[in-house]
């Protein structure tokens, strides 16, 4: 097989691939709000100690926006800044990580929130 057929046909299966994709966009109302509901709001909610402790309230789009007593957690646009990711990527202090005390986000559902914050963090 010639080069140019090989790196022809690594083209043709690259500009398949989802990444090579058009971007659907992430909704915050149907993709990410039930990850956090199901898996943050349960301490970040009034009367939770997540709350108490950092004053992140997880159970609204403006929670989540408005950040903590420390600061924003969502960067709109730049997940690598925001907090959120730091934290529930693993990549802060291991007392940090979130959830805390508890099993962490699959890859797919960090990646998904990772989208919508490099899509504009919008409320959609």
């Known amino acids: 097989m010639?080069?140019?057929t090989i790196a022809a046909a690594?083209?043709?299966v690259c500009l398949a691939?989802?990444?090579f994709a058009k971007q659907e966009p992430v909704s915050f109302a149907e993709?990410?709000?039930p990850i956090l509901q199901?898996?943050?709001a349960v301490c970040h909610q009034p009367g939770g100690d997540g709350l108490e402790k950092s004053g992140l309230d997880m159970t609204s789009y403006e929670g989540l926006m408005k950040g903590t007593k420390h600061g924003p957690m969502i960067v709109a646009g730049d997940p690598v800044t925001s907090n959120l990711m730091?934290?529930?990527d693993g990549k802060a202090d291991k007392s940090l990580q979130m959830p805390h005390g508890k099993k962490k986000l699959s890859s797919c559902d960090r990646d998904l929130i990772r989208k919508w914050i490099k899509q504009g963090?919008?409320?959609n």
């Open 2 to 4: 010639k080069i140019t």
């Open 10 to 12: 690594a083209l043709a």
């Open 17 to 19: 691939t989802p990444a």
């Open 31 to 33: 993709d990410i709000q």
């Open 38 to 40: 199901i898996r943050c």
């Open 86 to 88: 730091v934290l529930i």
């Open 121 to 123: 963090a919008k409320n």
